[in-house]
T-cell receptor
């Protein structure tokens, strides 16, 4: 069973550019969440995708957007990059079989984004 | 709103020392509580969890008890090893999102632990 994978592992961009980060969920998982982890901080929830639709968003502006594909892989897009967007971006996948039940989230290794 | 406050480090211990990492939370309702560990160069891994008051989560010699009266979930290990060197995050699950799916996790800032031989 393949775990959660993310690409690329590292990325350097300049202010104002756009970036796309990718996540492959663990096999069979139908939910993916994205988190931003700034240096020395805990991860912060960006948004979640469930059955290919956005299912909740944290306190992040609209220039952070995402997609979930039929195979449940996912993308995180960030437009008009700012210096403060430099962080480790984590995705986490889970299998939801029944609403209200606990479902463990499995994290990928992250993509380190540096904005210069 | 929901939040987690945990002991910040970094902390350095000798092998076989006792470890406690304090964690307190603020939440509406009755969240589930978690400890995650992040080894260098790796993603977060769930270490243990507790889903209701007085539950004790345990794994790999680590333990934490969900204390509703003190809103705490302190992590303990009786004898740490060099391989326990990592960053530890306390987290809670926030309100369920609108259409099912997984609950949103709210994390503390993390504590870096280094264990020396």
């Amino acid at each position: 069973e393949t775990g959660v994978t993310q690409s690329p592992t590292h990325l350097i961009k300049t202010r104002g550019q756009q970036v796309t980060l990718r996540c492959s969920s663990q096999s069979g998982h139908n939910t993916v969440s994205w988190y931003q982890q700034a240096l020395g901080q805990g991860p912060q929830f960006i948004f979640q995708y469930y059955r290919e639709e956005e299912n909740g968003r944290g306190n992040f502006p609209p220039r952070f957007s995402g997609l979930q594909f039929p195979n449940y892989s996912s993308e995180l897009n960030v437009n008009a990059l700012e210096l403060d967007d430099s962080a480790l971006y984590l995705c986490a996948s889970s299998l939801v079989v029944a609403e209200g039940s606990y479902n463990e989230q499995f994290f990928g290794p992250g993509t380190r984004l540096t904005v210069l | 709103g929901n939040s987690v406050t945990q002991m910040e480090g970094p902390v350095t211990l000798s092998e076989e020392a006792f470890l406690t990492i304090n964690c307190t939370y603020t939440a509406t309702g009755y969240p589930s509580l978690f400890w995650y560990v992040q080894y260098p160069g790796e993603g977060l891994q769930l270490l243990l969890k507790a889903t209701k008051a007085d539950d004790k989560g345990s794994n790999k010699g680590f333990e934490a008890t969900y204390r509703k009266e003190t809103t705490s979930f302190h992590l303990e290990k009786g004898s740490v090893q060099v391989s326990d060197s990592a960053v530890y995050f306390c987290a809670l699950s926030a309100d369920s999102l609108t259409q099912g799916g997984s609950e949103k996790l709210v994390f503390g800032k993390g504590m870096k632990l280094t264990v020396n031989p």
